[in-house]
């Protein structure tokens, strides 16, 4: 039975995709390549619409040999069956939330940086591509017939609540949408875990399915109108920094010429550059629009606080440093 439900929802998915690539134009049917590339965002979000400039740019820079067609959050594929779906060969292109597919990627949860980590865009790109991360997870990705471009980094990671949280004890018993290792760090909290995707998350906040949720950086909590329904924010962030991928189904790359492999890996290059100027700007913007409609900061955490909340980091360090051996390898250069 778990067999034919899976075989039934890789047929749906296909077909609404299928669907989606309907309104296909003439022009894309003439190019060389046609992909079908997945994001979290929904449509006319900023982070969706940056992901399209970055379709369109590898539409431009390929002068038309290649055409993406952008499929957004709910359009096809859901969010935890993006990883699958790229691995298949049902998706070409994805830029997925690792957090999601930790059953799958372990490493990817350590790669988009774990619980009481810090560092700036300098130090991620030393950490990435000089002391050796950028390796570990090519190989890694490899494995699961995917092809990893460089990563794109975003601001911090922060949880917002219903419930204002006073200290670290207020956590306990608190549903909060947190996936992957965020989720295993407000366990250690004594919060309850829930693992939601981002379209989902505003509903569950309004009716009370969950307490709080992280966001992949604040802007997110702007963009999905959690604050309307959720208003304090705590001050220390789960993760300073966010790290994450373009991954691209292995058949699909290898069957790229290499001048239009050189254009995507550029546009990845040009796309990650205008992901970090953007989301600092985005960042502060989206506070300051959050806080007109009533969204207040927590109370700055006791010093007794901060060191419960380094606590249950270095706990997930732990934890998540013998998942497998490539999260090991990330996490001991980590330290």
Known sequence: MTRLWSSARTKIAASLIAVAGMGMTMEAMAADVNWRF?????RGTAFGDVYQSFADKIEADSGGRMKITMLYSGEGVDTTGIIGATKSGLLDMAAPFQPM????IPFGVV???LPGTSGSLEELNTLFHEKGWSGILTEAYDRHGLVWLDPYFQPGVYVITKKKIESIEDFKGLKIRAPGAYGRFFRELGASPVNLAWGEVYT?????VIDGTIGSNLIDHRDGNFAEVAKYMYPLPVSSAQALPILINKNAWNKLPDDLQEVV???ASWHAQQQAEKSALWEQEAVADMQKIGMQWGPAASEADQAKWRDAAEAVWAHYGKTDKYSAQL???LK
């Open 38 to 42: 997945t994001n979290l965002y929904s």
């Open 101 to 104: 597919h930790a059953g799958e």
């Open 111 to 113: 790669e988009v940086g």
């Open 204 to 208: 569950s906040l309004a009716t009370g």
């Open 265 to 267: 890996r550029n546009a």
């Open 331 to 333: 996490v001991e250069l």
